[in-house]
């Protein structure tokens, strides 16, 4: 009885050891920034450059105008930032320009293909000047960026399908 009472403990000690293990990766994973989150292959802890902050800030105050020039400067110096160039044609197609954001959707899309946010609003552009095949090519690039629908998805999916519901097609 000792001989399999000190099995059982061992067997037991074993599995409880590997439980730990098991249970102590994910967290390392996840500690390490290891989660999807959307963020794939962009930096999570870059210094934010005060023009792109205040920039931002005018986007979600309406103020459209004031953004431009602030985002101008940011591409300037920085002709990789994807984001700001999503920004900047944002800003351009909601002061008043579709036409004049498209480029610019496309320079935020040659830096990052994956850009979620760009290729929404680019459709939303591309709906603004009537060109749903364009707008649904962007929807169909939504559908395979997010694993389950994203927010992204589903604006321009709703953007689409209204457009179609007035009967523009």
Do not use: F
Request: with cysteine.
């Amino acid at each position: 009885m000792g001989k399999r009472l000190r099995l059982l403990i061992t067997i037991v000690s074993a599995v409880l050891g590997l439980t730990v293990i098991a249970l102590a990766v994910p967290l390392t994973v996840h500690a390490a920034g290891g989660g999807g989150g959307g963020d794939e292959g962009r930096p999570t802890a870059k210094p934010q450059d005060p023009d792109y902050t205040a920039a931002v800030s005018a986007i979600k105050a309406s103020d459209y105008a004031r953004a431009i020039p602030l985002l101008e400067k940011v591409v300037a110096r920085d002709g990789r930032n994807a984001d700001a160039y999503n920004w900047l044609a944002y800003a351009t197609r909601k002061n008043g320009d579709p036409a004049a954001s498209i480029p610019i959707y496309e320079k935020a899309l040659a830096i990052d293909p994956k850009h979620r946010g760009a290729h929404e609003y680019i459709g939303e552009a591309y709906l603004m000047l009537g060109d749903l095949a364009k707008a649904k090519r962007h929807l169909a690039a939504l559908d395979s960026l997010c694993w389950l629908p994203c927010e992204e998805y589903r604006d321009l999916k709703k953007a689409v399908q209204g457009y179609e519901k007035q009967g523009k097609k």
